[in-house]
């Protein structure tokens, strides 16, 4: 397989080389990532002004992977890495320094590199890893992102997946997405000029079913949930159709 590997966070990145290498193992591996982190950018592209586009060095030991540093977004690396390295057979982001859980996938950079690659017709999938404080055990999640890659290409292709890992995974299951009632919070502060700022955050109003991603992380589990391109609310569609 030809395979490229791509992330929010950056060339420099950790979590995207532990993928990459993860990826070696089951094909030929290619990456375009961001020159600077591009957390939460969405579905981003850039349309305003060209895209560049630098080779960069690999820095593992090992394999060398043909790279480069991008200055763009998530989904720009995807488009820009189909045309310099293409054809390509699989699409890969992450892994992400940050869960991507739940209502967190609306903005996450990382799952929309793989929505890219899905609207080139590629299966695609994401991946992720939550933050305490310090950074993951890459040596300890790589055989367990092998493991899972290996189960997401015994699936028809091609597909959409959001996978998010604890820190020392027990397992692995197939999840939805939590969606939960957030109460949103903004909380006013100054910076050392005395002007005011603000943060934004959120606070669950529930905690999360069982069966959904954040349930399974929260346990010790791998979640994966399948997505898909097709936003439309089929429930209310039927009947608005009738009704018309």
Wanted: aromatic share 8%.
């Amino acid at each position: 397989m030809r395979i490229l590997v791509t992330n929010d966070d950056g060339i420099f990145s950790p979590g995207l080389w532990a993928l990459a290498e993860a990826a070696s193992r089951l094909g030929e591996v290619f990456v375009a990532a961001p020159e600077t982190e591009q957390s939460a950018t969405g579905h981003a592209i850039t349309i305003a002004h060209p895209v560049r586009a630098y080779p960069h060095p690999s820095p593992l030991p090992g394999p060398h992977f043909p790279a480069y540093r991008v200055r763009g977004t998530p989904a720009d690396c995807v488009a820009l890495g189909l045309h310099l390295f293409g054809p390509l057979d699989l699409v890969l982001s992450g892994v992400n320094l940050g869960s991507n859980l739940g209502h967190e996938i609306w903005h996450s950079g990382t799952v929309a590199a793989a929505k890219q690659g899905r609207l080139f017709g590629l299966p695609a999938a994401a991946f992720s890893v939550p933050l305490n404080g310090a950074t993951p055990d890459f040596g300890h999640l790589k055989p367990w992102l092998v493991r899972t890659l290996e189960t997401l290409l015994r699936l028809e292709r091609p597909f959409l997946v959001n996978v998010n890992l604890p820190h020392r995974p027990k397992g692995f299951l197939w999840t939805r997405q939590s969606v939960r009632a957030y109460e949103g919070l903004v909380v006013p502060g100054e910076d050392p000029m005395g002007r005011p700022l603000f943060w934004f955050a959120a606070k669950p109003v529930r905690e999360a079913e069982e069966g959904t991603d954040r349930w399974a992380v929260e346990h010790g589990f791998i979640a994966a949930t399948p997505l898909r391109l097709d936003l439309t609310d089929e429930a209310r569609l039927q009947p608005a159709l009738a009704h018309d």
